[in-house]
């Protein structure tokens, strides 16, 4: 603002381009999303017709919920994709708010965000309520469609940093094959036996379904990870 202006038209004119910038981010994020949706059917359909030839049993599936929420089945997993609706900023701790592509543009800070959960499947079929997600990986957008990826492994590896180029087709397809490729190769290991030597009738009551049940080897090991910081 310079010394001339008045406070209030500063104020309206920094609400119209934030509006303006947040309004674009998330139309971005919106197709994106829808976009993901359709590459998650495509890939379920050629793995689908692939194991179907060697065993019927193994349960592939894509499930629209909303216009904020699909579901991936695959086989005793389930990942769960969630459009967040605000449009959000990153912490100053975060690499990419120190880079030149967001001090060049401050306005480039902004990103709409699509979270990816793992869950088992099981635990929406018996309605465990106390059954843990792990979130898998976040993708994120500005208002210009370039993009990066949050993630464990390879996800993160692979796009670490802002794209050089806006999203495109072919990055949704390689995400949405790394984030089935991660679901599919962790395992369940179940918790040690001290641990489940004793229970409560309560916990007999809530959660029959689920005793005994394991938990995502990789998952648990970067969860535990976190939690001991």
Do not use: W
Not at 12 to 24: G, R
């Amino acid at each position: 603002m310079n010394e001339n202006q008045d406070p209030t038209e500063n104020i309206v004119e920094i609400l119209l381009n934030k509006s303006s910038i947040k309004q674009q981010t998330y139309r971005n994020i919106c197709q994106a999303f829808e976009q993901m949706l359709e590459e998650a059917r495509v890939q379920i359909d050629i793995i689908s017709a692939k194991t179907t030839e060697m065993d019927k049993d193994v349960k592939l599936s894509v499930e629209a919920i909303s216009k904020q929420e699909f579901h991936v089945r695959v086989a005793g997993d389930l990942l769960v994709f969630v459009l967040h609706t605000n449009i959000i900023t990153l912490t100053d701790e975060y690499d990419y708010n120190k880079s030149e592509y967001v001090k060049e543009n401050p306005l480039r800070k902004y990103l709409g965000q699509i979270n990816i959960y793992n869950f088992m499947s099981d635990s929406f079929e018996f309605n465990r309520l106390n059954d843990p997600g792990y979130l898998l990986a976040r993708l994120l957008i500005n208002y210009e469609n370039h993009f990066i990826v949050e993630g464990d492994r390879q996800v993160g590896f692979m796009f670490e940093t802002i794209s050089e180029k806006p999203i495109e087709k072919v990055d949704l397809d390689i995400l949405i094959k790394l984030i089935i490729t991660q679901a599919a190769e962790n395992d369940l290991i179940a918790p040690p036996f001290s641990q489940i030597r004793n229970i409560t009738v309560r916990e007999k009551m809530e959660r029959t379904q689920s005793l005994g049940g394991g938990n995502k080897i990789g998952f648990q090991m970067s969860y535990q990870n976190e939690t001991k910081d």
